[in-house]
């Protein structure tokens, strides 16, 4: 017998389009959320804290396996819901790596994976002599905590680092901080794929991504002008990282594209991610029910695309008050294409409101339909 | 600013579908369910008796717009409704032929549709009489309570219908029955629409349906070999229904195709419909976002196909155990490409459980897989 009972930790808009999924195909779902009115909130069965061991086993219990929203439940609480004999998806030793960015570029060493020059970080020397080995530049990042550009800061001097390397700033983030050579970048991409506890193992074609102040602004699948050698690379790269730490349910690999045509492993995520929302209107599967049936061990579904091109704008908060749902009236008329999604929740400037997706043959019609829509709703 | 909040009146597959249109784009849904359980219980706020004015009144109260999920709300509650003031789409004066086999026949002559030859049939003499007229056979209807077949017999002779032709049988379907001539069709097809109170009026490709024993087995989109005069016709002729009774929401209308090309009226939906589920995967817009732009009054969605060609199978109850969710490991290995809707709703024979849809270019790839996955949940 099929699996059908997910539980998923934390009630975001992941857990939200999760739900939408889970729906359609008729699977069970239910959400802990960290609060009353979460995005997430029709599918949500409670309301609690993801650090309390108990809370959380209380909700595993009546789930068949329990999978996330978001990153940030501590490790000793998977670790013990493992012990108790909860079904993880991705399992604690997969997703210790998606926790903490130091261990990550360990382990991607490790497998011998690309990725930009790094080092770990405990002083100010060790700081100094990065920036002079790498041109005076380097992007510091905190080993925990950071995500959408937090925790992540262009650093010329160790004066730019200094809060950071107070005794209080490295206690706060474990320790040490993360240095990475300031990459000379194309553009960036990303491979999203999904992988089941069983092995099975699929990805969707490569993609485009543009960020904005360290936000994901814009994705276009497939990436233009990718060449056929950086398409099957990224889609390796991706195997080879889901195999190797044990990744199960979507993992999102995002990369730099080097003007030699390199690919280096910038982060990653394992659970949906903002660069393959594209997928529930551009893929046979989308990344959502990928998730859904990878995590429960069922066959993964098909990821190819359903027209040419698939094209995802952010909506991002512009206040206190617009949620856009508002004014999708004044807007659709002139945009019968585009698909609009908006996540409810409470607005907030430059929070992730919503996105525009628009699936077309032509490319041009699907990036200007899209970005159009955005900005009408912005607008409006 | 655009009304955001619908109340669904019935708690079936198609209020379920409704929801997952609104949380996509972030619509605000109610569903007002007649029992706890309901295949719409995620967004269900309300349950209670639907004849019950007090309870529907206080329901829509928490709503810019009541629609349904079924024909079944009593006219007078309907009217009621909207004499306090509720928005109630489709209006009373469009439901109440969707309610009344015969008043439909009636309205659809003073718009001067095609449609079977037909009459009111009070006494078994008048229905000798038209089986005289119409080659020794007819198709007899209850003119109100009928849907999937029920209410529905062939009728070669008066003794056919001597139970509803009875002093009881005639009072508990309104006096009297419609008798239609039963049409040489080559094929049945169905038109799916929808219009805006405001006047805005979209229509989907034509498509082709096929039932068994009365209940809709597969629908094929576009349907197949249809000529640009007929595809044109049937458009009209939708438009025509929709604007002549003032339906607001989707409309699927049902017809006939004769062997010279004619189209006939059968039958009226005024929600979305069977017939229209393929729109889910197969459409720019699906029938239930559709749906839920038009009762609200906001602009339609663009009602293009994603691809050559969408076929829908239906997937019936086998028994009371079997929900087919239970079984979706073993066949969806062989299906990648399939979409799988499964309805929450306890299993029963003959009970519509779900549907499958599989889109392609190929229609021979469309109709074979959808068959085969059906066909492996129905063995598994």
């Known amino acids: 017998m099929t699996k059908t009972r997910i539980g998923v930790i934390g009630g975001g808009q992941l857990a939200r389009m999760m739900a939408v999924a889970a729906i359609e195909l008729g699977?069970?779902?239910?959400?802990f959320a960290e609060a009353e009115g979460s995005s997430a909130q029709i599918a949500a069965t409670m309301v609690g804290d993801y650090t309390n061991i108990?809370?959380?086993?209380?909700?595993a219990n009546t789930v068949d396996a329990v999978t996330f929203d978001h990153e940030h439940v501590p490790l000793a609480v998977l670790r013990e819901l493992e012990a108790r004999g909860v079904s993880v998806?991705?399992?604690?030793?997969?997703?210790?790596?998606?926790?903490?960015?130091?261990?990550?570029?360990?382990?991607?060493g490790e497998l011998g994976l690309p990725m930009p020059v790094w080092a770990e970080i405990r002083?100010?020397?060790?700081l100094q002599e990065f920036l002079g080995d790498n041109g005076g530049v380097c992007i510091l990042k905190t080993p925990i905590g950071g995500y959408d550009g937090k925790g992540v800061r262009v650093v010329r001097s160790v004066q730019d680092a200094s809060d950071w390397l107070s005794a209080e700033g490295l206690a706060s983030v474990g320790g040490s901080l993360l240095a990475e050579e300031k990459v000379n970048f194309v553009r960036e991409v990303a491979q999203l794929s999904a992988r089941r506890p069983s092995g099975e193992f699929k990805s969707w074609p490569l993609v485009q991504t543009t960020q904005k102040?360290?936000?994901c602004s814009e994705v276009i699948c497939p990436a233009p002008n990718a060449s056929e050698a950086t398409i099957a690379h990224a889609a390796q790269i991706a195997r080879e990282v889901a195999e190797g730490i044990g990744v199960t349910g979507v993992l999102a690999v995002e990369m730099f594209e080097t003007p030699n045509g390199r690919l280096l492993i910038n982060e990653l995520a394992m659970r949906p991610h903002n660069s393959g929302h594209f997928s529930i209107e551009g893929s046979v599967t989308s990344q959502f029910e990928?998730?859904?049936?990878?995590?429960?061990?069922?066959?993964?579904?098909?990821?190819e695309s359903r027209a040419g091109y698939s094209v995802m704008v952010n909506l991002l908060g512009v206040d206190d008050q617009n949620d856009f749902v508002g004014s999708l009236?004044?807007?659709?008329?002139?945009h019968p294409q585009a698909k609009v999604h908006t996540y409810g929740k409470?607005?907030?400037k430059g929070r992730k409101m919503g996105h525009v997706t628009v699936v077309s043959d032509s490319a041009e019609f699907a990036l200007a339909e899209s970005h159009a829509t955005v900005a009408a709703l912005l607008d409006a």
């Open 123 to 126: 002083t100010a020397a060790e």
């Open 54 to 59: 108990e809370s959380i086993a209380e909700f």
């Open 89 to 108: 998806q991705p399992p604690s030793r997969a997703l210790e790596f998606a926790q903490n960015k130091l261990q990550m570029r360990k382990r991607l």
């Open 329 to 334: 009236d004044a807007v659709l008329t002139a």
């Open 290 to 303: 990928q998730h859904l049936r990878a995590v429960l061990d069922m066959p993964l579904g098909s990821t």
């Open 27 to 31: 699977l069970d779902i239910k959400v």
């Open 213 to 215: 102040d360290g936000v």
């Open 346 to 348: 409470s607005p907030r």
